[in-house]
């Protein structure tokens, strides 16, 4: 049977995903696809036949960019339906967000060179006119070339692309459209679900042909038509005679930053949850004195986040705070302070948060509450410490340490 008729053939068998943003809802679709992940996966997976059709990849991305559900969840799963080797591909997924994490942990300057050129671009498109005019027609949808009008829509609409969406518009708005990769990249993690400052960034970077130096990623018509299964085919509307971005930064590697462990976490404390971690709790070693939820969705970007990401970000923190208080201030010192007073507690404990707009928060945070006394643990999962170090290179290096860092974790 031909790849586009098994994807027809499965769409009749697996729901279009709702994207609930609820532990439950993620489970739920982890269940329903992990039998999907070995060869079928494979084969399919690079086909984009709208949102209707979902049933060829996971779409569970905004599930674990919050971890309600965890990889660790995710590759149990997965291989326990199939060996490693016919589910490598799906594996590989998997493990290129811990990719990104990771990298951006060993390169944190990237981040905040991100947000400066940003910063930057968001002046000049407030100065050229020009500039502003094609900037606002991509985020409306609205150039006129095919394909891209309608993934502009469909992201703004659902909060969700197709992976290989993403990388033909991120191609089109750079190479065709000439608009800067900053604007771009904050477009996404200011509208997507699975918006995450590594992932976001670096994907961008990549298909700029900054990330990978001078290889960037060109989107064709010929890939599109294939992919889209002739949805859309823009004929002559794209320039694929493109020079990759250059960037004069030189982003030296740093040592992965400490973090607590389990085994410091003693006595009563005050359970932080945020947006980077929210099945946290999971890891430490005995429950909680008492819960906060912190939100930091606005930290993506200067610009207003859309409707559909500040919600799943804001109800997904609800359903795993039930009942608890959810500070949503821009500081979140005050808030945090007065609940360890609450509660007569002088600790802390929250997950590891990657670079990005969780951790600024809570480097902001942290002398308020030292100076009353209150110490802050952020633990780093295992999955996590044992997969970074091998994300210092290309994604090929950590490819090949896969099978190390799945014995190391104890997967059979």
């Known amino acids: 049977m031909k790849t586009k008729a098994i994807i027809a053939d499965l769409s009749q068998q697996l729901e279009i995903p709702n994207f609930k943003p609820t532990r439950a809802a993620g489970l739920a679709r982890l269940a329903q696809f992990a039998e999907r992940t070995g ?16 049933a060829n990849v996971s779409a569970l991305s905004p599930w674990i960019r919050h971890r309600l559900i965890t990889e660790t969840e995710v590759l149990t799963a997965t291989l326990d ?48 006119r020009r500039l502003a005019a094609n900037y606002a027609a991509a985020m409306a949808g609205e150039t006129g070339i095919d394909g891209f009008d309608d993934w502009t829509k469909e992201l703004l609409t659902t909060g969700y692309l197709h992976n290989h969406a993403r990388m033909w518009f991120a ?32 994907a961008w970077r990549w298909v700029a042909g900054i990330q ?44 992965l930053p400490n973090a607590a462990t389990s085994a ?22 005995h429950p909680h004195a008492a819960k906060i939820g912190a939100l930091a969705t606005t930290g993506r970007s200067l610009l207003p986040i859309g409707s559909i990401a500040q919600a799943f970000a804001r109800d997904a923190t609800r359903d795993a705070c039930t009942g608890a208080q959810i500070i949503e201030n821009e500081i979140w010192a005050a808030d945090i302070i007065a609940a360890c007073q609450t509660h007569n507690l002088k600790t802390v404990v929250t997950g590891y948060a990657p670079v990005g707009p969780v951790a600024t928060k809570l ?10 006394g209150i110490k802050l643990f952020q633990v780093r999962r295992a999955f996590d410490t044992v997969a970074w170090p091998h994300a210092t290179k290309g994604f090929f290096a950590m490819k090949k340490g896969i099978p190390r860092v799945l014995e190391k974790l104890g997967f059979s």
């Open 363 to 372: 480097v902001a945070m942290e002398p308020a509450l030292q100076a009353e």
């Open 171 to 202: 191609s089109i708005w750079i190479f065709t459209l000439g608009l800067p990769w900053e604007l771009g990249a904050d477009f996404f993690l200011r509208h997507l679900m699975d918006g995450d400052p590594a992932s976001n960034t670096l």
């Open 264 to 285: 410091e976490i003693t006595g009563d404390y005050l359970l932080l949850v945020t947006e980077d971690d929210m099945q946290v709790e999971e890891t430490l070693p």
């Open 81 to 128: 339906a199939h060996s490693f080797n016919a589910s490598e591909r799906f594996v590989h997924e998997v493990f290129w967000r811990t990719y990104f994490k990771g990298w951006l942990e060993h390169h944190p300057t990237v981040w905040s060179a991100y947000q400066a050129g940003l910063l930057r671009q968001l002046k000049s498109a407030g100065k050229d």
């Open 39 to 54: 060869d079928l996966y494979d084969r399919c997976r690079n086909y984009d036949l709208g949102p209707e059709h979902r």
């Open 212 to 255: 990978t130096k001078g290889r960037p990623y060109v989107a064709r018509v010929s890939n599109i038509s294939k992919f889209t299964d002739q949805r859309f085919s823009p004929l002559h509307q794209l320039n694929t005679q493109v020079e990759p971005l250059s960037e004069e930064a030189d982003h030296q590697r740093h040592p």
